[in-house]
């Protein structure tokens, strides 16, 4: 922060004017809290500049306005400050805590829903059910000085309520916070960029420094996935119409959620002779033998090998034994076989084909 503070000429013989005392109040303020986010500095703004034009004339402020105080910096270019805010010192010091201290953007319509919070690339938003106790504003203000790169939001849900979002979140209780992390997947506020969307990653458990700031860095790494939105959430003043409605939206997407896993638990215990059935019976009847013989023991794939390869040999033996593939093309299995005569052969070949006729086909 600057003042434009110009002394006399040397050998003029006259006194250097006063410092502004709300320029030295608001430093003195900032010291005695140890807070020293700004630098207090003098500067003539009259002096010219090797470009020749003078400080006055290349930042435009306007030395009729006084005292003339200007800031730049981290806030951007020098911005001269407005007269209303330069009455005393604590009035300035309050100015300057709100343009250069990390603060929460307030929520209050839907247009500062989308541009102060889902436009940004991570967006967090504590969704607040009451006047908010210290512990948690302690909690909030580190967490906007360790995450300078991350936007923070605060919303009074008591009044508002976000339509499209509150059934990804847990249930509003008046006097509960809440906390959601969103992250801007594609799109944005202008018509070329296309159209906004973005993801959500709720906060399910106790609302902490250490649980927002773990809910944070996993979205930022990338170890917690966000749900993608289907649309935008909108902004909507809280009345009991709203609440229903979004109570009947909650409850069907519990059912949604809830209903695969219980066809799962249907169908794991019993064996409707579906592919799922026989595995869960299979499963049981394993389970089962396994309870029956407490000294089983898993076997090994070694031994599960070697079983193999002993069930192989046998096979290989018992074709031998029957010589199932060392039969000739014209050769008779059984030298004694005699055969049918003509019509002896024929009548058994029709008793067999009207047997045929009462056998159920299984497959």
Not at 80 to 106: D, V, Y
Not at 142 to 158: G, I, K, P, R, T
Not at 186 to 203: E, M
Request: proline share 5%.
């Amino acid at each position: 922060m600057v003042l434009c503070h110009t002394l006399p000429a040397e050998g003029s013989g006259k006194k250097p004017l006063p410092v502004s005392s709300v320029f030295q109040d608001s430093m003195d303020e900032f010291q005695s809290n140890n807070n020293m986010i700004a630098q207090f500095s003098l500067m003539d703004c009259a002096h010219t500049l090797p470009s020749g034009k003078t400080i006055e004339e290349k930042f435009k402020l306007n030395l009729k306005k006084r005292p003339t105080i200007f800031v730049s910096g981290k806030v951007g270019p020098p911005k001269q400050i407005p007269e209303k805010h330069l009455k005393t010192g604590h009035m300035l010091t309050k100015l300057l805590k709100g343009m250069l201290e990390p603060h929460a953007a307030k929520i209050a319509s839907a247009n500062d829903f989308k541009t102060k919070c889902l436009n940004k690339n991570i967006c967090a938003l504590l969704l607040k059910g009451g006047p908010p106790p210290k512990a948690l504003k302690d909690a909030f203000k580190n967490l906007l000085s360790s995450y300078e790169d991350v936007q923070f939001a605060s919303v009074d849900s008591q009044n508002m309520l976000l339509i499209g979002l509150e059934e990804h979140l847990p249930e509003y209780e008046a006097g509960h916070h809440r906390f959601v992390v969103f992250k801007k997947v594609s799109g944005g506020l202008d018509s070329k960029d296309g159209r906004l969307i973005t993801s959500i990653a709720p906060l399910n458990e106790s609302i902490s420094f250490n649980n927002m700031s773990t809910l944070i860095n996993g979205v930022k790494n990338g170890s917690t996935k966000p749900k993608k939105l289907s649309g935008t959430p909108q902004f909507k003043t809280r009345s009991k119409k709203l609440e229903e409605a979004e109570r009947a939206k909650r409850e069907r997407a519990n059912k949604k959620k809830e209903a695969p896993k219980e066809k799962l638990s249907s169908s794991s215990t019993e064996n409707d002779g579906s592919k799922e059935g026989r595995k869960a019976e299979r499963e049981k009847r394993r389970a089962e033998h396994r309870s029956n013989n407490p000294d089983y023991k898993e076997m090994t794939p070694e031994q599960k090998a070697e079983m193999e390869r002993k069930r192989r040999a046998r096979m290989e033996q018992e074709s031998q034994k029957w010589n199932i593939d060392g039969e000739e093309e014209g050769e008779a299995a059984d030298d004694g076989y005699a055969g049918f005569e003509d019509g002896e052969e024929e009548e058994r070949i029709e008793d067999f084909d009207d047997d045929d006729e009462d056998v159920l086909d299984l497959d």
